[in-house]
Antibody
Framework: GQLVQSGAVVERPGASVKVSCKASGYNFTLYYLHWVRQAPGQGLEWMGV????????NYAQRFQNRLTVTRDASTSTFYMALNSLTSDDTAMYYC?????????WGQGTLVSVSS | DIVLTQSPVTLSLSPGDSATLSCRASQSVYNYFAWYQKKPGQAPRLLIY???NRATGIPARFSGSGSGTDFTLTISSLEPEDFAVYYC???????????FGQGTKLEVK
């Protein structure tokens, strides 16, 4: 199985970004889909997760007010939307499907926030 | 929120050495715990899940132990490709809420 993410983007401070993550080759409905980011020179940061069947989402507390994780009802595509961007949001963003004994990760999407 | 504290921050060893990395949780996470390896330009790689189970395809030189609040990742006989940054992760499944430690950099001495 694999997860394929959308391409790199550059956004202005205060703008919003939406990153897609398309699942294929495995039964993605069985496993939660997570979003993780890594800012330059920083560690991994867990952002949130979605149940692909109920589409219920949970978010890390620091992202509660500006992160939305969704799944397209008719396709195997997930989305991560982050608003009110600042330079601190410049990072590589990953989607990941946590299976029983392994993970599947997307290739990452670089989001740069710059004026 | 659960806070994971990893030690040491940096570990300098030579190929063939054994590495011991630690992670302490601010409250019990039972065995809902994982270890990841991260190399530049690559996605994270799951090494250990449920505190002590090797993920699919992970070599036997990687082992995990611990439960509750204290966890250890041991890498016996380091290979050149093992030098990377290692992260611990707690996995609360209901409601689903995960988190990472700050990482331990394993570097060549």
């Amino acid at each position: 199985g694999q997860l394929v993410q959308s391409g790199a983007v550059v956004e202005r401070p205060g703008a919003s970004v939406k990153v897609s993550c398309k699942a294929s080759g495995y039964n993605f409905t069985l496993y939660y889909l997570h979003w993780v980011r890594q800012a330059p020179g920083q560690g991994l940061e867990w952002m949130g997760v979605i149940n692909p069947i109920s589409r219920a989402a949970n978010y890390a507390q620091r992202f509660q007010n500006r992160l939305t994780v969704t799944r397209d009802a008719s396709t195997s595509t997930f989305y991560m939307a982050l608003n009110s961007l600042t330079s601190d949001d410049t990072a590589m963003y990953y989607c990941a499907s946590v299976l029983m004994t392994s993970d599947i990760w997307g290739q990452g999407t670089l989001v740069s926030v710059s004026s | 929120d659960i806070v994971l504290t990893q030690s040491p921050v940096t570990l300098s060893l030579s190929p063939g050495d054994s590495a011991t990395l630690s992670c302490r949780a601010s409250q019990s996470v039972y065995n809902y715990f994982a270890w990841y390896q991260k190399k530049p330009g690559q996605a994270p790689r799951l090494l250990i899940y449920d505190a002590s189970n090797r993920a699919t395809g992970i070599p036997a030189r990687f082992s995990g132990s611990g439960s509750g609040t204290d966890f250890t990742l041991t890498i016996s006989s380091l290979e050149p490709e093992d030098f990377a940054v290692y992260y611990c992760q707690h996995r609360n499944n209901w409601p689903p809420m995960y988190g990472f430690g700050q990482g331990t950099k394993l570097e060549v001495k």
